[in-house]
């Protein structure tokens, strides 16, 4: 038994003039036509992807343990996106063991300008200095992450090397 579809009021599936099949527990499912004589092909195979560059994936790994400093910007803390990256791939990527350092150390000199500048909001050097830290924290992390990009490492300047 056939149903042509007319309604206007169907689930978003079926479409006005679609056929749907109803079958009762009497009626034999459909069989499939006779295809003997046309051969069948194999679906085709999905091109594959040339392995990834090792070197590519560690660069793009230390770019990004530079950049991910950048979560300043969304009221993250700054240390803490290059923090997880080196702890989850110091042990894969060694590159990204040195690069992580680097971020981190920087990451946190620069939580230590910004901590020690609110207080000194008072007698307003405090802004400038809070204002400086922000904006280096911001452009040096760009700049370390096109340098990691071109496959140099970056050495951050005026920081504090805490993790060795």
Known sequence: MRLQIQSRFLPAFCGVGDTILFMDSETPPPQPENTDSVEQNPPPVPP????????????????????????????????????????????????????????????????????????????????????????????????AGMEANKGNTYRYPMTWRMIK
């Open 48 to 143: 594959q992807s040339p392995p990834a560059d090792p070197a590519k994936v560690e660069r793009d790994w230390v770019m990004y343990t530079h950049l991910a400093g950048l979560a300043t910007l969304v009221s993250i803390p700054a240390f803490l996106g290059p923090l997880i990256i080196w702890l989850t791939k110091k042990d894969e990527i060694p590159a990204v063991d040195e690069a992580g350092k680097e971020a981190v150390n920087f990451q946190l000199t620069m939580l230590l300008v910004q901590l020690v500048s609110f207080p000194l909001c008072f007698i307003f050097i405090g802004f400038i200095t809070l204002f400086g830290a922000v904006v280096m924290s911001v452009v040096f992390a760009i700049i």
